[in-house]
């Protein structure tokens, strides 16, 4: 199992361009999703999901969108980037247990520079 | 709001010194508390959770609800425990998003 990946690893955008962040998972996880880090920060939840077809927003969502089509894929997407959105884009994903603590399983991340 | 503390970005110990890193969090029910680690050039990973009760590489941490507290510790530190160590919580059963703290990087001097 490949686990969680993200593509791309890096990316320099400019500001008020768009692109997407993928991420993609192979454990058949019901839930998942996007924090970023900011130096000196610790990971603050953007969006996330609970199963295809829902989403929902977490700490710091704005300029940020999100779609679950699929129990694989979570893409994010930048609508037009700005400079405040220049951080380490992480994505995870765990898997819906009835009680107990849920491990979540993260992916290498993504360093985007918007300029 | 709820909110995670690990009030040392660095921490530094010599090799065989016992080691705590400290986290205090802020949230008026019951949270779930863990402990992530990053390794150089790996993943975040998880290294333990609170209930689980478990010792992870030597690691153990013990919730204090007194004390809001969820240190991290280790009796003797070994060079390949030098890491990025984030305490975290949920806000409980069912419920997966997790606040972080700023994370502290422990530095085992051989």
């Known amino acids: 199992n490949a686990g969680v990946t993200q593509t791309p690893k890096f990316q320099v955008l400019k500001t008020g361009q768009s692109m997407t962040l993928q991420c993609a998972q192979d454990m058949n996880h019901e839930y998942m999703s996007w924090y970023r880090q900011d130096p000196g920060m610790g990971l603050r939840l953007i969006h996330y999901?609970?199963?295809?077809?829902?989403?929902d927003q977490g700490e710091v969502p704005n300029g940020y969108n999100v779609s679950r089509s699929t129990t694989e894929d979570f893409p994010l997407r930048l609508l037009s980037a700005a400079p405040s959105q220049t951080s380490v884009y992480f994505c995870?994903?765990?898997?819906?247990?009835?009680?107990?603590?849920?491990?979540?399983?993260f992916g290498p991340g993504t360093r985007l520079t918007v300029l | 709001a709820q909110r995670v503390t690990q009030p040392e970005k660095l921490l530094s110990v010599f090799k065989g010194a016992p080691v705590e890193l400290k986290c205090n969090y802020s949230?008026?029910?019951?949270?779930?508390l863990f402990w992530y680690v990053q390794y150089s050039r790996q993943r975040l990973q998880l290294l333990l959770r609170h209930i689980s009760r478990e010792s992870i590489k030597g690691f153990t941490a013990d919730l204090n609800k007194g004390e809001t507290s969820f240190h991290l510790k280790k009796p003797f530190a070994q060079e390949e425990d030098s890491a990025m160590y984030y305490c975290?919580?949920?806000?409980?059963?069912?419920?997966?998003?997790?606040?972080f703290g700023t994370g502290t990087r422990l530095t085992v001097i051989p």
């Open positions: 949230y008026s029910g019951s949270p779930e």
């Open positions: 999901s609970v199963g295809a077809g829902i989403t």
């Open positions: 995870a994903s765990s898997s819906e247990w009835a009680s107990g603590s849920h491990e979540q399983f």
């Open positions: 975290a919580f949920s806000i409980g059963a069912g419920a997966n998003n997790l606040f």
